[in-house]
């Protein structure tokens, strides 16, 4: 069988088999031009070229007649398909590597926020454009914002004693805190004393934020310049007692 380059219109001698591995594809040997073979594949030779093929001579600017190896087709081919999969392999780890490489980065930053936000919480729950995410943060993380408090900042504002109506021997103290820091902080815990005349302490009683807070306020946080509103319940100390203390722990 016979093919004839495009360009030049050399003739190449051609097997089926040499087709099929080079997928048609042939690079001429004169020119070095690719060219479609099965385009001007044929079983006889052009026209033109069967009288020279008698006399043996090569006639200026006639294509002569070429024998194209098979193992030339298919190292052509084999490299072409080679190369095409290296770079697709290439592509496919490159793309791999990047993605990697952007969670990894991700990932640390989000490792760092959380670093920072647990190491400045306390500063930045004074800031109110900060306060919400450091309490999101430390509710997912457990850092402990329930052991940050300024107790110098929680001020008594108003109280009341009188004996419960109901239940003898107890009395009931009603109190008006308020936390004047600029950011939240937790409920301390209550501390009531009740002195004598001499000043010298004749009962006490500590009351956990647990025992005074009401069900919507337990795990909430003491908000600021909000007067808060607490009510306790408390043995009566007897007649000894003439005044008594409130204080924050």
């Keep these: 069988m016979y093919t004839q380059c495009s360009h030049c219109r050399a003739v190449f001698r051609v097997t089926m088999k040499e087709l099929t591995a080079a997928q048609g594809l042939l690079r001429c040997g004169e020119c070095d031009t690719i060219f479609d073979a099965m385009k001007a594949l044929s079983t006889t030779l052009p026209d033109e070229r069967l009288g020279n093929m008698g006399n043996g001579r090569d006639l200026p600017g006639e294509a002569r007649i070429h024998t194209l190896p098979l193992n030339t087709l298919a190292e052509n081919s084999s490299s072409s398909s080679l190369k095409t999969g ?9 793309s791999k590597s990047r993605k990697f490489l952007y969670l990894s980065l991700l990932a640390l930053c989000l490792l760092l926020l959380i670093q920072l936000l647990y190491s400045y919480r306390t500063k930045l729950l004074e800031h109110p ?43 009931i103290i009603n109190t008006s805190i308020q936390n ?41 946080f003491m908000p600021p310049k909000i007067p808060q509103e607490v009510s306790l ?6 007649k000894d007692a003439v005044r008594f203390q409130l204080r924050f722990l």
Excluded at 86 to 94: C, D, I, Q
């Design 86 to 94: 290296k770079n697709s392999s290439l592509s496919r780890r490159s």
């Design 233 to 238: 319940n408390i043995e009566d100390p007897g």
């Design 129 to 171: 454009s900060t306060r919400e995410l450091t309490q999101m943060v430390c509710e997912w993380t457990a850092c402990g914002l329930e052991q940050v408090r300024h107790l110098d900042q929680i001020k008594l504002l108003s109280h009341t004693v009188y004996t419960h109506p109901n239940t003898p021997n107890v009395l």
């Design 180 to 220: 004047n820091a600029s950011n939240p902080q937790a409920y301390p815990i209550l501390e009531v004393s009740f002195l004598n005349q001499k000043s010298e302490m004749v009962a006490l009683r500590r009351f956990t934020p647990e025992e005074y807070l009401n069900k919507e306020q337990q795990g909430q």
